[in-house]
Every structure is written in C-alpha cells, then in structure tokens.
C-alpha cells in the first residue's frame, strides 16, 4: 500500500486538479531525459528498469513509474515518513514540476506539503487495523 503522487510540468499559476488539461500540460521530457534528471538528483536511486525506478532511504522509499515514451506525467508510489515530502519538495524545487495528490489536490509545499502523506498513513493504518492483517 503506497501514498501515490502524480508529477506535472504544469503551468505555475494553476493551483487546482480540475484547471489542469491537456492544453497546459507540459512534457517532462523523453524517458532518457526524466531517469538522468531523477538520477541526477537522487544518485543512490536504482533506474536499472528505466521504467520502474526505486529509491530506498532508512524512512521512506519511492517509486517512480515512467512511461518509457515521451512523458506527461511520473506516478510515485510513496511509502514511509514525512522525509519524502523533502524528496519531493527537491524534485519541485530543481524541475518546477508539480505534486498532485489524488486526494488533496496540487501539494502546495509552502502550506502543508505532508497533509496528503498524514491522510494517507492514517487510512494506511485503519485498514491494517482493521483487516485480516491484523494480528491476533
């Protein structure tokens, strides 16, 4: 079960999911150029599949999932602590793409960038402790 976040070269004026369309959506580029981006920002990322990249630190891992064509968007599937939002926060900071969060909309990282991560790690927990994953 991971956090999914969604990366966007979209314009820096639009704040909400439902402003976003095909018009104003930018490329990220060729799958080459997006896995030298990632790689240059996170050099102990693994991108051997260059499709399925992975990036394991002691508090939280990602995974990011990159068409191997021309690409509008990278799925990340997050798992762990509020350290990836920095992870995230780098990406943005370095490419100017944008976060979105399925639920909580564009992650806005100037107020409340880990809302969407302490929403999904609270119904992460609920559903561990209530299933048949729960021990007994």
Known sequence: MSWDVVLMNIPTE???????????MGSLGSNDEVVSILQGLFPDADFSDPSWGTLERSDYSIEFNIS????????LHIRG???A????????KETGWKAL???TGIIDFDNEPERGLHEWQ?????????????KK
């Open 81 to 83: 602590n509020d350290d």
């Open 85 to 92: 939002i920095e992870a995230l926060r780098l990406i943005y």
């Open 101 to 103: 969060d399925g639920g």
């Open 14 to 24: 639009i704040n909400e999911i439902k402003d976003i369309t095909e018009d104003n």
């Open 68 to 75: 191997l064509k021309d690409i509008n968007c990278i799925l």
């Open 122 to 134: 609270q119904y992460r927990d609920h559903v561990l402790d209530n299933t048949l994953f729960k």
